[in-house]
């Protein structure tokens, strides 16, 4: 198959480039997919999208009249595909349900210690020479109460590494992990996680259920001085709602490697440019939120399982016409 690959960075091609071996022909592209560059898979059997690529209806209608028949996620999240669009042009969609859940979860914790341990603020301090203890009080984590929302893969490896620094874990998810419950774990509803967590942790999936889960009225029934971290995506947090429960003092710290308008900013060297998202910026004037750029899943073995099971795939879609790890389409009706 002919497949061409959008949102390309060097490791991207990297690794899909071992992971195919010569199978099929990869053509990267650095751009993101939209509805201007989406003529660019002229010729192709399929394309391969990150998150940041717009697969809406206007998208994968020109995908279809180009002839592409499948979509090739190298990603976990298909909140940004229009599967009801797909579904009607015959276009499979397939994704990588999970590649290192040990690699989000640990840059959870990191986040977290990061954060609880002024690390960020402590490095820069003792690069000028520096070495006052002024500002950087943290606090045992053996003890506290942790809240995770969202008890799968990722999730559950969260609790197992905080119940190992003796942290009382509680959680709300549809499905209850067993692996949790024999760590102990309490399951409860979001309110009553939310008025006794010392850290609340998202590791939930983006659905219209979960946009905007950590609202106004959310943050107000938070304890004073709470810690939140999100790993999983942007938009389960109201980024506004969340500044103002920083500027009230009801939330102590924040620790983020996803934002919901997160598409024109991460994955690229701003550095010589101008940030013009006002929300973000202000995020980052606070020295109590800690950012990084949606690289959770950057280790080297999630790397290799993404290039790997995107591979497996396209190689099942020209075995078989259907993906590994096919996304369905939405439920008529």
Known sequence: MRVTVFSTKPYDEDYLRAANDGAHDLVFLEMRLTPDTAALAR????????????LGADVIAELARLGVRLVALRSAGFN???????????????????????AVAEHTI?????LNRKLHRAYNRVREGNFALDG??????????????????????????????????LATDPDRNPDCLNLGVRYTDLDDLLGHS???????????????????????????????????RGAVIDTAALIAGLKSGTIGSVGLDVYEEEADLFFEDLSQSFIRDDVFARLLTCPTVLLTGHQGF???????????????????????????????????G
Do not use: W
């Not at 010392?198 to 999936?205: K, R």
């Not at 943050?219 to 999100?230: E, Q, T």
């Not at 190689?315 to 590994?324: L, Y």
């Open 43 to 54: 010729g192709s059997d399929a394309v391969c999208a990150f998150v940041n690529d717009d």
């Open 80 to 102: 940004h595909v229009d599967l009801g669009a797909a579904a009607e042009h015959g276009i499979a969609v397939g994704r990588v349900p999970a590649y290192s859940p040990h």
């Open 110 to 114: 990191a986040l977290i210690l990061t």
């Open 136 to 169: 950087l009080l943290g606090f045992d984590l053996h003890g506290k109460t942790v809240g995770i929302v969202g008890t799968g893969q990722i999730g559950g490896i969260v609790a197992r590494i905080l119940t190992g620094f003796g942290c009382t874990i």
């Open 198 to 232: 010392d850290i609340v942790t998202l590791q939930c999936p983006l659905t219209p259920q979960t946009r905007h889960l950590i609202d106004a009225d959310a943050i107000a029934r938070m304890k004073p001085g709470v810690m939140v971290v999100n790993t999983s």
């Open 298 to 332: 950057f280790p080297h073995e999630a790397l290799t399982a993404i290039a790997r099971t995107t591979l497996d795939n396209i190689a099942a879609f020209a075995r078989d016409g259907a993906p590994v790890h096919p996304v369905p389409a939405p439920a008529a």
